[in-house]
């Protein structure tokens, strides 16, 4: 007997990644202590979160290529530059209102400038390669490997200490990227070390998922839902529109910056990261896990909708310009067949050529007077068989 476990799990926007935060998430709330009672390896498997996502960076940053084309580092380096500065914008707002605890009542209890820059920062590559691959051109979902610097609590970090919030010491903040520029030498110096590397990407996902969700409590955090749903949405129309504006600046259609406009699934597990390199954070973490896992799921379902839409209305909107060109290509090509059809010289042929009679081909060289004749003659008799005047 075969079930499709895996096939079930990727039907699932971010499914490797959610359903395991889910399962942990449930285990702990129903028997907390799981992981201690167990021990050894079962137990390392519910708390050895930090462990695993570390050689998960290790083997993502072996997949970024350092060699880029100008097209990609234009295109990349925008939507990564665009999408970091909107994540201090939103930082350094939310962050003088409500500092670096959750809101602690009311309709947006749980919601932090943690959950929100998370969820801004990191982009979901595998969605966005997709989309590119069906709706855009090669070069364009080739951009992400630029883009996928995001990865990581680096960027997290940087953006809340910009924000004017807790700061991180400098070794934090190196040891928080050094794993992933570790993986990008190896797979740099090596593309058979990139090949190996890079494959273990998918494994390690439902590893740190399932470890990240063992660490919260549902019941702290069941209001979560639809605050998660509205985060999920501000993320796709904020983003969404800056990185669509930019996408068109530098001479894009837009199609780049709408895929963009998405959490990536490996972003639920930045709060922890942040949590466990500044205690500060460790009030809003868990929560914040929650609604970046819920911003993960409303802009994989919605994404693609809206790009496959915008795509749509694209193609229905090619320039008019190429329609009138095709019609002269097609009214040209009708014109040589009348031509050759009748006999008759096409008006641009050279003087001192006669057409082929009855086949449209191209006109060719008279050699004399008398043949000049017999092919005016041929084409009379054509023009009065089929009843041309």
């Known amino acids: 007997m075969s079930i499709p476990i895996k096939r079930s799990l990727e039907r699932v926007p971010g499914g490797m990644m959610l359903i395991p935060l889910l399962a942990g998430a449930v285990i702990n709330t129903a028997h907390q202590g799981t992981g201690e009672f167990f021990g050894s390896f079962t137990g390392a498997l519910f708390s050895g979160s930090l462990t695993i996502l570390a050689v998960f960076y290790v083997c993502m940053g072996a997949t970024i290529e350092l060699r880029t084309t100008p097209y990609v580092l234009r295109k990349g380096g925008a939507l990564l530059l665009v999408k970091v500065l909107m994540a201090v914008v939103v930082g350094v707002v939310l962050g003088h209102f409500l500092g670096e605890g959750p809101v602690s009542g009311g309709a947006f209890a749980g919601l932090s400038t943690l959950a929100v820059v998370a969820a801004l920062n990191d982009t979901n590559g595998g969605l966005y390669m997709a989309l590119m691959g069906q709706f855009g051109k090669a070069k364009d979902a080739a951009a992400y490997s630029l883009m996928s610097l995001e990865s990581g609590p680096f960027l997290t970090m940087v953006t809340l200490g910009v924000a004017g919030l807790s700061s991180f010491p400098w070794q934090t903040m190196l040891g928080a990227i050094l794993p992933l520029i570790v993986g990008m030498v190896l797979g740099n110096l090596d593309p058979q070390m990139r090949t190996f590397l890079g494959a273990a990407v998918p494994v390690c996902i439902p590893f740190f998922g399932f470890a990240l969700g063992a660490g919260i409590d549902l019941s702290t955090v069941w209001t979560a839902g639809l605050l998660g ?19 068109r600046m530098i001479g894009g259609n ?23 390199a500044n205690p500060a954070y460790k009030q809003a973490a868990d929560k914040a896990t929650v609604l970046v896992a819920a911003s993960v799921v409303v802009t994989s379902l919605l994404v693609p909708v809206i790009t496959a839409a915008y795509h749509r209305r694209l193609q229905r909107q090619a320039p008019a310009s190429q329609e009138r060109s095709a019609g002269r290509t097609v009214a040209d090509g009708a014109g040589g067949r009348l031509a050759g059809s009748t006999g008759e010289r096409p008006a641009d042929a050279a003087p001192g050529t006669a057409a082929t009679p009855g086949t449209g081909t191209a006109p060719r060289p008279a050699t004399g007077e008398p043949a000049q004749q017999s092919a005016q003659e041929s084409a009379r008799g054509t023009a009065e068989g089929t009843g041309h005047p």
């Open 254 to 276: 837009g199609l780049a910056g709408l895929a963009a406009a998405s959490t990536a699934g490996n972003a639920a597990a930045v709060p922890a990261l942040v949590a466990a």
């Open 229 to 247: 749903l509205g985060l999920g949405l501000f993320v796709l129309v904020f983003s969404g529109a800056t990185l669509f504006a930019t996408d």
